[in-house]
C-alpha cells in the first residue's frame, strides 16, 4: 500500500511533480494496468466518495453526542433554612470540557487513530513517518481557515451568533497557539530534528493543562482565569427541538416521536451540503405532544429509558429509511393530498430536481445502508452510537489516507503538497461537518469556534504527541536513541505562514464582533466577503507552503 513515507526518498528536488513508475495500488492489481489520467480520475472520485460517507457518519456522529451531552443526575440537597429535601437535575458534562474532549477530540479521531496505528507499524523505526508534522500543519490550516469560512456564511441571513464565554476562548485560542510554537521549539530549537522521550511527554501531559485552564476559566477559579465577564449562555449545549409532528403512516405511542430518528439522519446527511436547510423535505407529519425520549421535559421526572421493544423498532426503522430512495420524492399523490403548498414542494415538482434527488439518494444509499448499523443514540445515552460512530470516521479516513497515498503516487504531486490539500482536507472533514452543524443547531458560536481551535490543539498534544511517545519510549527503552523526524526543515517556513494567515483570521473575527456584535453571520454580504477572505487565507498557505517544501522559494 502507498503511504507518504515511500515517496520521499528524492525530496531534495526542486519540483512539485514528479513522474515515477507506481506500483501501489488500492483493491487489486490491475489497477496498475490502467493509465495514470484514468486511474487519477479513479482515485478522486473515490476520495469525493468518501467525503460524502464522512459527511454522514458525522451527521449521527453529532446526534449521539448530543445525546451524551444532555445526559443529567439527579442531585437532593437539604436546604439549611427550611431542612427540607431539595431535589433537582444537574447536568453530568460540563459544556467547556464537552466542547474539548467529546466535540474537538471526536472531530480528530481520524488523525489521531491513524497516527497511532502507524507509530505502532513504525516501532523500532529510527525515523518517525505516517502522519507526520506537515501533515497536522495542513490539518491545522484547513481548520482555521475553511471552516470557518463555511460557519460565517451558515446562520440565516441577518441572524448574529456570537462567542458568549470569550474568556474560554481565548483561553482554547491561547493553547491552540502554543501547540504549534511548541512543535517548533521541539523541532527547530531544542533539539533539531529530533524528538526525545521527555519533550513526547511533555507534549501529551499539555492535554490535561488545557483541559484544566479551560474549566478553570469556566469556573471563573481565582489567580487561573482570566476577568472576562461571559455574556448569557443558553442552559441546553444545543435548543431543545420541539418535536410537533410524527409520520402519518407510522404507528404512535408515547414513543412516537422516536421514529423520526431514520428521516432526522436522512436530513442531517442532505444539509450538510446545504449553506442553510429549509423546512425539510422528508415525511409528513401531524401535531403531536412536545417530548425528548432520551430526557425528561420535567426537571423532576429524570431520563426516560425506552424500552426494549422500542429500541428494537427504531433500530428497524433505521435500515427502512436507509433502503427508501423515492419515498418522500415520487409520491407526488400524497403531496396533493396533504395540499402542502411550500416553496420546497413546488421546487419538486420540477423533474429535473425530482432526478437529481433520486440520483443524489441513491448515491447516499450504501453509506446509510453501512450506518443503519450503528445502534440508536437512544441507547446508554448515546455512549454506544458515538464510538460506533468514531469507528466508522476512522475506518472511512483510513481509506481517505491511502487514496491521497495514491494520488501523490501516480500524479507524482509532491506528497507533502497532497498532505497540505487533499490529506489535511479528508482528515479535518469530520472537523468541517461538525463545526458546521453546531453553528446551526446552538444559539451561540461557542462550540463551532472552540471545534476549531480545540481541534488544533488536540491534533499536536494528542495527534502526534501519542505516537510519539509510543516510538521514542521504544526507541530509547531498545536502542537509548531518540525519534528522528524526517525531512523537518521546510516546517518552520510553513508554521511562519500559518502564525501570520492565522493573525489575520483572528483579526478579522475581532473585528466582526466589535462592528456587527458576532463572529457568525450578520449581513449576507459581509458574510461572503468574510468567507472569500478566509478562504483566501488558506491558498495563500497552501500555494506558499507547497512552494516552499518543493524547493522552488
Request: proline residues 4%; aromatic residues 12%.
Amino acid at each position: 500500500m502507498a503511504s507518504l513515507g515511500n515517496y520521499t526518498a528524492d525530496r531534495g528536488h526542486s519540483t512539485i511533480l514528479r513522474r515515477e513508475k507506481c506500483d501501489a495500488y488500492l483493491l487489486i492489481h490491475l489497477e496498475t494496468v490502467l493509465g495514470e489520467g484514468f486511474r487519477t480520475f479513479l482515485y478522486f472520485l473515490g476520495l469525493a466518495y468518501c467525503f460524502i460517507g464522512l459527511s454522514a457518519i458525522t451527521a449521527r456522529f453529532f446526534r449521539s453526542m448530543e445525546s451524551v451531552v444532555k445526559h443529567s443526575r439527579t442531585v437532593e440537597t437539604i436546604d439549611p433554612l427550611t431542612n427540607t429535601k431539595i431535589v433537582k437535575n444537574e447536568k453530568v458534562w460540563n459544556y467547556t470540557i464537552a466542547d474539548i474532549t467529546l466535540l474537538a477530540f471526536g472531530t480528530s479521531f481520524p488523525q489521531i487513530s491513524l497516527a497511532t496505528i502507524d507509530a505502532i507499524q513504525n516501532v523500532g523505526n529510527l525515523y518517525a513517518g505516517g502522519l507526520g508534522p506537515g501533515t497536522l500543519v495542513g490539518s491545522a490550516a484547513f481548520d482555521l481557515f475553511p471552516i470557518h469560512a463555511v460557519c460565517v456564511v451558515v446562520p440565516k441571513a441577518g441572524e448574529l451568533k456570537k462567542i458568549s464565554d470569550i474568556g474560554v476562548w481565548l483561553v482554547e485560542l491561547f493553547w491552540s497557539f502554543w501547540a504549534y510554537i511548541w512543535l517548533y521549539i521541539i523541532l527547530e530549537v531544542w533539539t533539531p530534528n529530533v524528538v526525545t522521550l521527555w519533550e513526547s511527554l511533555l507534549t501529551v501531559l499539555q492535554f490535561g493543562l488545557l483541559l484544566i485552564h479551560a474549566y478553570a476559566q469556566d469556573k471563573r477559579w481565582p489567580y487561573l482565569s482570566l476577568p472576562i465577564e461571559r455574556d448569557e449562555r443558553p442552559v441546553e449545549w444545543v435548543p431543545v427541538e420541539v418535536v410537533k409532528y410524527s409520520p402519518l403512516n407510522k404507528v404512535h405511542d408515547r414513543h412516537s416521536e422516536v421514529s423520526q430518528v431514520g428521516e432526522e439522519e436522512n436530513s442531517g446527511i442532505v444539509d450538510i451540503f446545504s449553506i442553510h436547510s429549509g423546512e425539510g423535505t422528508g415525511h409528513f407529519y401531524q401535531n403531536l405532544a412536545d417530548g425528548d425520549v432520551t430526557e425528561s421535559s420535567t426537571s423532576n421526572s429524570g431520563d426516560i429509558i425506552p424500552e426494549e421493544s422500542d429500541i428494537v423498532s427504531i433500530w428497524k426503522q433505521q435500515f427502512v429509511d436507509a433502503l427508501t430512495v423515492t419515498g418522500s420524492i415520487l409520491g407526488n399523490n400524497l403531496w396533493q393530498k396533504c395540499k402542502l403548498e411550500s416553496a420546497e414542494s413546488r421546487k419538486l415538482n420540477n423533474i429535473y430536481l425530482r432526478v437529481a434527488r433520486i440520483f443524489w439518494q441513491s448515491l447516499l444509499l450504501p453509506w446509510k445502508f453501512l450506518f443503519a448499523f450503528v445502534p440508536p443514540y437512544q441507547i446508554a445515552h448515546g455512549w454506544i452510537a458515538f464510538i460506533c460512530s468514531l469507528m466508522f470516521i476512522s475506518g472511512i479516513a483510513y481509506i481517505v489516507t491511502k487514496l491521497t497515498d495514491l494520488i501523490s503516487c501516480v500524479t507524482g504531486i509532491n506528497p507533502y503538497v497532497i498532505a497540505f490539500t487533499a490529506l489535511a482536507s479528508g482528515t479535518s472533514w469530520p472537523d468541517l461537518v461538525a463545526s458546521k452543524i453546531a453553528a446551526e443547531r446552538q444559539l451561540t458560536a461557542d462550540s463551532a469556534i472552540a471545534n476549531i481551535t480545540c481541534s488544533n490543539s488536540v491534533n499536536i498534544y494528542i495527534g502526534i504527541g501519542v505516537p510519539w511517545l509510543i516510538d521514542t519510549l521504544y526507541n530509547y527503552i531498545a536502542y537509548r536513541e531518540p525519534l528522528r523526524i524526517d525531512n523537518a526543515e521546510g516546517l518552520s517556513f510553513s508554521l511562519l505562514v500559518f502564525f501570520s494567515t492565522s493573525v489575520a483570521c483572528i483579526g478579522v473575527l475581532v473585528f466582526r464582533r466589535l462592528t456587527i456584535g458576532a463572529e457568525l453571520g450578520g449581513p449576507r454580504v459581509w458574510a461572503w466577503v468574510t468567507c472569500i477572505f478566509f478562504m483566501l487565507l488558506w491558498l495563500i498557505f497552501v500555494v506558499l507552503s507547497s512552494l516552499r517544501v518543493s524547493g522552488i522559494i
